[in-house]
């Protein structure tokens, strides 16, 4: 299977809203066992897991975050965008195989 | 708060065997997926397989599954991973992370780096 496909970047200025999509197939983002989650990675650091479910945040994670799933695409929107939110963004999906997107760089202007 | 804790990094020879470990802080090991992914240099992730302390059930990426092997010690509550005949684009940062439901991954590892070089 091949990776799920992200836009390699995306930009916004603060305050703005920024929306990530993550592209799949019917047999993973599209399936109704698939598990979508998001992640997000500092240079140098290990990924943190930020959504989980497609729209579920743990606990500690700024409610800016949002996901939502249409078909084979699932999408992270980033709200009141800060500089704190510059990062990498992964989408995954996971059942008994596990699947990531290749990655997106948030750049806030 | 779980807490995942990986061994040193590691230089190795191409063909050689790298063996790196993974041990959880508490019981959430025996119900997870304990999961790795690594992530070369300027890269993105890429899943190398998972498998459950509780059962023993694994499965592992295609692209990987003729050269690694997970194993646990659930004395220890470790998890290791031993990846064979290593090869330059082997080089990368190698994370654990604890699965829940084949759902979503987390914690993380802080990461082991594995440099394949002669």
């Known amino acids: 299977q091949s990776a799920l496909t992200q836009p390699a970047s995306v930009s916004g200025s603060p305050g703005q809203s920024v929306t990530i999509p993550c592209t799949g197939t019917?047999?993973?983002?599209?399936?109704?066992?698939?598990?979508v989650s998001w992640y997000q990675q500092y240079p140098g650091q290990a990924p943190r897991l930020i959504l989980f479910?497609?729209?579920i945040r743990p606990s500690g994670v700024s409610a800016r975050f949002s996901g939502s799933k249409s078909v084979n695409t699932a999408s992270l929107t980033i709200s009141d965008l800060q500089a704190a939110d510059e990062a990498d963004y992964y989408c995954?999906?996971?059942?008994?195989?596990?699947?990531f997107g290749g990655g997106t760089k948030v750049t806030v202007l | 708060q779980v807490v995942l804790m990986q061994s040193g990094p590691e230089v190795k020879e191409p063909g050689a065997s790298v063996k790196i470990s993974c041990q959880v802080s508490?019981?959430?090991?025996?119900?997870?997926?304990m999961t790795w992914v690594r992530q070369a240099p300027g890269q993105g992730l890429e899943w190398m397989g998972w498998?459950?302390?509780?059962?023993?059930?694994?499965n592992f990426a295609p692209r990987v599954q003729d050269r690694v092997s997970l194993t646990t010690d659930t004395y220890t509550k470790t998890v290791y991973m031993e990846l064979r005949d290593l090869r330059y684009n082997d080089t990368a940062v190698y994370y654990c992370?604890?699965?829940?439901?084949?759902?979503?991954?987390?914690?993380w590892g802080p990461g082991t780096l594995v440099t394949v070089s002669s």
């Open positions: 479910d497609v729209d």
């Open positions: 992370a604890r699965g829940t439901r084949l759902s979503w991954l987390g914690p």
């Open positions: 508490d019981d959430t090991f025996f119900k997870s997926y």
């Open positions: 019917s047999n993973d983002i599209g399936s109704v066992h698939n598990s």
């Open positions: 995954c999906s996971f059942t008994r195989i596990v699947l």
């Open positions: 498998i459950s302390p509780k059962n023993g059930d694994r």
